[in-house]
């Protein structure tokens, strides 16, 4: 399994998925096609999926997203949820916000209330 590596630009978020289960999402994400921008993402977690290592933490460090990416980012959770419940991998989601930020702050604990992983809500 090969790492997974996209540049962060003005629209598109830094994307870093490794195969010892770390994966990092960070910057803003208002690409004009967010399905198409996140589908290399939900490729390959589909082949992580295979074989996931036993821990798999999901860093997101999001400044700004739009109504698109919130649900590419829900597609990316819902990926993840399977590993979870199979035991397969035990999935840690650790949304980091800024101190100030309420709206990426609200973003998070509304994913958490959607979508059944270990949620940890980080301030920085």
């Known amino acids: 399994m090969e790492e997974l590596k996209i540049e962060a630009n003005a629209k598109t978020p830094e994307v870093h998925c490794r195969p010892d289960g770390t994966i990092t999402l960070k910057g803003k994400s208002i690409p004009e096609h967010s399905v198409e921008f996140y589908k290399p ?14 821990k798999t933490t999901l860093e997101m460090e999001m400044e700004y997203f739009n109504t698109s990416s919130s649900k590419c980012l829900l597609d ?13 991998s035990e999935v840690t ?32």
């Open 41 to 54: 993402v939900y490729d390959w977690l589909d082949a992580y999926a295979a074989a996931p290592a036993v």
């Open 76 to 88: 990316i959770f819902r990926k993840l949820e399977p590993l979870q419940a199979s035991g397969k």
């Open 93 to 124: 989601v650790k949304w980091r916000y800024e101190e100030a930020d309420e709206d990426m702050m609200e973003a998070g604990e509304d994913y958490q209330t959607i979508v059944k992983l270990g949620f940890e809500l980080q301030q920085v």
